[in-house]
């Protein structure tokens, strides 16, 4: 991660220099994904107060970290911790937006697992953990499903939605 800093640079020690890179560092591992991002690092000083920014772009938004102090190594520590937690908040709601959608995995008909030729033959069916109405169940179970597990919204308990001739389902309950 490249840091760009901006401002008269203030006196720092050492020690405070590792703690700020090991905090640099924590961020780049959340943000680097997708090629090297760049930390914009601004002071501006006024009196006896120190303002530090640290801002980064990150899928297409500022992220912006604002925190002023007496002390150079608090107010950038401060700004720094701000700014992860944007990024962190950024970073799930990109996942949760970003991921196909249960009802479509759901649709897709399960596929049988056969043992062998002579024995009987198994379907190992994976039940979704999102609970449902037996009429979302109806419309997710599609045309050529024949049968189709899931949770119960009202009762918590498994359900199997059992497709019949003329358009009829069975809907049995545990």
Do not use: C
Not at 107 to 122: D, F, L, T, V, Y
């Amino acid at each position: 991660m490249k840091v760009n800093y901006t401002g008269k640079p203030p006196e720092i020690t050492v020690l405070e220099k590792k703690k700020i890179q090991a905090r640099i560092d924590r961020i780049a591992k959340l943000v680097d994904g997708r090629g090297e991002k760049e930390i914009r690092i601004f002071f501006h000083a006024q009196k006896r107060e120190i303002k530090a920014e640290a801002t980064l772009n990150y899928h297409g938004h500022a992220a912006i970290g604002i925190a002023t102090g007496t002390e150079v190594f608090k107010a950038l520590a401060d700004a720094l911790d701000k700014l992860e937690k944007q990024v962190l908040k950024m970073r799930a709601k990109w996942r949760d937006t970003t991921r196909t959608p249960e009802a479509k995995l759901a649709a897709a008909p399960p596929e049988p697992k056969i043992e062998s030729a002579a024995g009987p033959r198994i379907s190992r069916v994976v039940v979704r953990k999102k609970p449902m109405t037996v009429d979302e169940a109806l419309l997710v179970i599609g045309p050529k499903v024949d049968y189709f597990p899931f949770r119960d919204i009202e009762t918590g308990q498994l359900s199997v939605l059992i497709r019949r001739g003329a358009g009829q389902f069975d809907l049995v309950e545990s």
